[in-house]
């Protein structure tokens, strides 16, 4: 069985400016690559991708260690301790924000819900905001919105798991930009471009981390749930990616890695991404990969990926669930 773990932000989190932001410790993010090290095989995703076409084979619980979003954290937290260990890892950065130097939605939320510690007061603001946009668009109704969107969620409370549907892809993107951006200045109140630059990697880091061994793969341009998008704009989405790889990579990229923003995907979002070039896509389904891989002639191979908590954070800690079933199933 393989393994691939996701992670965010990873960052001295005690002594940042937001402290509860949903992230990994520095010091837990090490012994996690100590638990990683003892029990796996950390592989680049060009191994498995060989692995698929029978041109090697991968060693004995393999794991691919992946980093979304193009955060600075990756840069400056986790690319020197992977190189320290020798050991790879896969990037993927969304383009707009490094484009335009502008802080993409998701991340306005979290900072927002990082912001304020009062989840319930900061509902009742956005059921204010959201009321207040009814005279333009045509929305749902605060009670469908509970109905269809107040569920629990694994790693926040129903309310937080509430707002975070509520602003990431329960309302129209017009309305869910101005509602967000209202957060953000109201909570966060700092010039974006500035807090752009300090948040996210930029082009001279990515082509370090290439020239150091890392891979760089897509992450859309406004990260967006692909799968709820029009077949338009998904392509859009993928082009854009693929643009900007061809601009990080100095070259026209070939076989590519789509890492999908919230794991969002449909068949058509795999059809789209193939015909892109794409060949291999990420998805955040906490699973292992059965192996052997099927061949990827002519479609796009899918790996699921564990989140960060699904992971012990101890050296010594004994095998997790994933860990021991991989073995069993070696």
């Not at 996701?6 to 960052?11: G, I, L, Q």
């Not at 200045?185 to 700092?190: C, K, N, P």
Request: net charge negative.
């Amino acid at each position: 069985m393989l393994t691939l773990v996701m992670y965010h932000y990873v960052r001295d989190l005690p002594r940042s400016r937001y402290p509860a932001i949903k992230g990994r410790r520095t010091d837990e993010f090490e012994a996690q690559l100590d638990y990683i090290q003892r029990h796996h095989s950390v592989v680049r995703i060009q191994d498995v991708l060989a692995a698929a076409r029978g041109e090697r084979s991968l060693p004995e619980l393999p794991c691919v260690l992946t980093f979304d979003d193009g955060l600075s954290d990756h840069f400056e937290t986790v690319f020197p301790r992977l190189m320290e260990r020798g050991i790879p890892g896969a990037f993927f950065p969304s383009a707009r924000p490094i484009r335009d130097q502008v802080v993409l939605d998701v991340h306005k939320i979290h900072f927002v819900l990082a912001s304020t510690a009062d989840h319930d007061l900061l509902l009742r603001d956005v059921s204010q905001l959201i009321a207040s946009l009814r005279r333009e668009h045509d929305l749902p109704s605060e009670k469908e919105l509970i109905a269809r969107y107040r569920l629990p969620n694994k790693y926040d409370s129903t309310t937080t798991a509430f707002l975070k549907r509520l602003l990431q892809h329960a309302l129209p993107s017009i309305v869910r930009e101005r509602v967000v951006d209202e957060l953000f200045r109201r909570h966060v109140a700092v010039d974006e471009a500035t807090f752009s630059r300090e948040l996210y990697m930029d082009r001279s880091q990515l082509r370090c981390l290439l020239k150091s061994g890392m891979e760089i793969g897509g992450h859309g341009d406004h990260h967006e749930h692909m799968g709820l998008l029009s077949p338009e704009r998904q392509v859009a989405e993928l082009c854009a990616s693929r643009a900007f790889l061809n601009d990080v990579y100095d070259e026209s990229v070939s076989e590519w890695i789509m890492c999908f923003p919230y794991g969002s995907f449909s068949a058509d979002t795999l059809d789209l991404a193939a015909h892109q070039g794409c060949r291999v896509a990420l998805s955040c389904k906490a699973e292992l990969v059965a192996l052997p891989l099927n061949s990827i002639s002519t479609s796009v191979l899918v790996l699921d990926r564990l989140d960060t908590n699904d992971i012990p954070c101890s050296a010594t800690a004994s095998p997790c669930e994933w860990t021991l079933r991989a073995r069993r199933e070696r």
